[in-house]
């Protein structure tokens, strides 16, 4: 609730996105929050924030935990900022309990999560593990014109006594808490997930082009109508995605141009979001919407570009039986579940190994005000976490 008042919306939600001066002020009032428990804040290039707790043996490789503090435009007060403040209690409980692990734990707070300001999101996390590099990201700019290197230097330059570190450090493993935001822990009665994977993702933009005509006097046959042509497309991809049920076909954006009652549309940009949790799936699917788009374009022209694809994982088994075990051992009842939903453990998975923790949400709901979480559920996550966490910074 503390860090919620960090761009509180007058209607209970959050206004946090990236990069911002609540974002800013957020994060000083973290350091402070880490200082006050004697961890060392640590920042990179990408202005991810590490709060350091060092364990008897500081030069081992250490355990992160932690998520974003960063929200939707419309956010609430959960998503991200759980999984950062569950790390930061489970450090606390351990400092309480007397233990100090062998390896050092560090909470963190990766960067631009979210995407809303600057897209695509998991800035901060793809830097760190060399998905991308600063200079891909640089010129990327938001809504007003503001270049996301520039948002990254203000951030950097607000922090105070704050140490840079490079990118490409060692890490041990990753464990991300985060609300589940979707239905099923909340209708099962059961407060924690142990994540399985994160289902895969095929984003495409496809662009009809056909030739803008009279809408009286164009005869059919001489007609080359792009919104024809791509209604057809999105039909029958539509159709196609019916099997299996489970699959996820979005198309969100559907630009007609010159979009006029009287014209024949000369050009129609559209969007798909395609996702199932079987990489075979959505291979087959990608080849079949491949296939669509030729044989529905009639007389139009068709460009399909791929702009996003994210393989579904599976996280590491040793992450996931440790999460069982403190679940169990505590316990509190727990689940194996499937993330629909990208998160930083996603790339943080292909550098380290890396697991999630999901707690319920009220009706699934996220990326909105009425985001909220039970304090019970928030509380055994975070047990959870750490004696988990406990386990894997004490390890050989
Ligand atoms: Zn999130």
């Known amino acids: 609730m503390a860090l919620a008042a960090f761009g509180a919306r007058p209607d209970g939600g959050v206004d ?32 991810n924030l590490f709060l350091r707790w060092d364990g008897v043996e500081p030069d081992l490789p250490p355990v992160l935990a932690g998520s974003h503090i960063d929200s939707q435009p419309t956010g609430g007060k959960f ?23 062998r390896r050092s ?27 991308k590099t600063l200079d891909q990201i640089a010129d990327l700019s938001d809504g007003d014109g503001v270049r996301l290197g520039d948002a990254l230097a203000a951030v950097l330059a607000a922090d105070t006594d704050v140490p840079r570190r490079p990118f490409g450090r060692s890490v041990a493993a990753f464990v991300e808490p985060h609300i589940e935001q ?7 009665g059961i407060p924690v997930g142990i994540v399985s994977g994160i289902q895969g993702t095929r984003r495409y933009r496809v662009r009809v082009t056909g030739e803008a005509a009279h809408a009286g006097t164009a005869e059919r046959h001489e007609r080359r109508d792009a919104l024809m042509a791509a209604v057809r497309m999105v039909a ?15 198309v969100g954006l559907f630009q007609v141009t010159p979009n006029a009652p009287s014209v024949v549309p000369s050009e129609v940009f559209f969007s798909i979001d395609l996702r199932h949790p079987e990489n075979a ?80 949400c009220r009706d699934g709901i996220s990326h909105n005000p009425a985001e909220w979480a039970e304090p019970s559920d928030l509380t055994a996550g975070a047990k959870v976490l750490a004696d988990a966490l406990f386990a894997l910074a004490d390890a050989p």
């Open 16 to 47: 946090r996105q990236t990069l911002t001066q609540a974002e800013i002020e957020a994060r000083a009032e973290l350091v402070r929050w880490g200082r006050a428990l004697g961890l060392k804040p640590f920042t990179d290039a990408g202005a």
């Open 79 to 101: 998503d991200g900022a759980y999984g950062v403040l569950a790390a930061l209690e489970a450090v606390q409980a351990m400092q309480t309990a007397g233990l100090h692990p």
């Open 105 to 131: 734990i560090e909470i963190v707070a990766w960067t631009n999560e979210e995407g809303s300001r600057f897209a695509p999101g998991m800035t901060g996390s793809e830097l760190f593990t060399g998905v």
């Open 182 to 188: 979707g239905p099923v822990l909340e209708r099962e």
């Open 236 to 250: 029958a991809a539509d159709r196609a995605a019916m099997d299996p049920p489970d699959t996820k076909l979005t």
């Open 281 to 360: 799936v959505v291979d087959r699917l990608d080849a079949a919407i491949r296939q669509i788009v030729e044989a529905e374009r009639g007389p139009c022209q068709v460009v399909l570009n791929q702009i996003q694809h994210a393989s579904s994982l599976s996280f590491a088994p040793e992450i996931r039986a440790s999460l069982s075990r403190a679940a169990a051992a505590l316990g509190i009842a727990h689940r194996d579940i499937y993330s629909a939903a990208g998160h930083d453990a996603r790339p943080l998975h292909y550098a380290c190994p890396t697991g999630m923790i999901f707690v319920p």
